[in-house]
């Protein structure tokens, strides 16, 4: 079921199951959509009441022109707080993972599990502003399929290329997962400042919920080092890694990722 939150100055757009069972909140990645996590949403909907979300500017939530990464983790509280949600999971995916980690040093108390899949310590610069500025292309200036096709080598592992190359698969599978409307250079802009010059690695001492760190093999967006870090950082962490997959593991490994977020959440 679709909802809109009014949490602090936005509105937030969910989609919410909705349903008296254990709750868990999806967050997806950079230029997507809650639509990118229904893969993990129908995964889990027969067990969990899944929560997934459009954080502010993206989808059809607010798209204010500035933002930092501790309000969309203050967004985050604020839903678990409106929604009077309890011993909840959260899982983040790529950008949000850095929103579900943030979210998790604001208050951790009410978090049970955090998933943080192709995560990232802390960054000066996107990691895809980078790589396109190798190129010498920039994100504000190009759509988001233009900006997968320009990096594409990044995100997927070199089996998945081999695949792609021999027609075995369609880049555009990946190209177009979770994708709904596309943002104008302003809100880009606002998007790509809003995960630079960031520092989830001072306040791991904060988190003391479970957690599972997962990182894939060929990730050049967020190589698996980095995810490693944050799990070597935080007590108790897990960290596990999933081979022949880039940052697209979602969707290159997606049964193997889903045993693995399965079975942390047994724990």
Request: aromatic share 8%; charged share 30%; net charge negative.
């Amino acid at each position: 079921m679709k909802k809109f939150l009014d949490i602090n100055d936005v509105t937030i757009c969910i989609d919410d199951t909705d349903e008296d069972k254990k709750p868990i909140i999806l967050i997806p990645g950079l230029a997507s959509s809650k639509e990118a996590m229904f893969f993990i949403r129908d995964a889990l909907k027969d067990d969990y009441r899944v929560i997934t979300l459009d954080v502010r500017g993206h989808g059809e939530s607010t798209h204010p022109l500035s933002y930092t990464l501790e309000d969309h983790a203050e967004d985050l509280q604020e839903i678990i707080g409106k929604l009077e949600l309890e011993n909840v999971d959260v899982l983040g995916y790529s950008m949000g993972s850095y929103i579900a980690l943030r979210g998790a040093q604001l208050n951790c108390n009410n978090i049970d599990h955090l998933i943080l899949l192709c995560t990232n310590p802390s960054s000066k610069v996107s990691s895809v502003f980078r790589l396109l500025g190798e190129k010498g292309l920039e994100y504000p200036k190009i759509s988001r399929r233009e900006m997968f096709q320009a990096i594409y080598d990044s995100y997927l592992s070199p089996t998945t290329l081999r695949k792609i190359a021999s027609g075995e698969l369609e880049m555009s599978r990946f190209a177009s997962s979770g994708n709904i409307g596309e943002l104008n250079e302003e809100e880009k802009r606002a998007e790509l400042k809003s995960i630079s010059n960031f520092d989830n690695s001072i306040d791991y001492d904060k988190v003391k919920c479970k957690t599972l760190v997962i990182g894939a093999e060929y990730d050049r967006i967020n190589p698996y080092e980095l995810g490693k870090e944050v799990a070597d950082g935080i007590e108790g962490a897990e960290f596990c890694l999933i081979k022949d997959a880039g940052h697209m593991v979602a969707y290159e490994k997606t049964e193997e990722l889903l045993t693995v977020i399965k079975e942390f959440l047994k724990v």
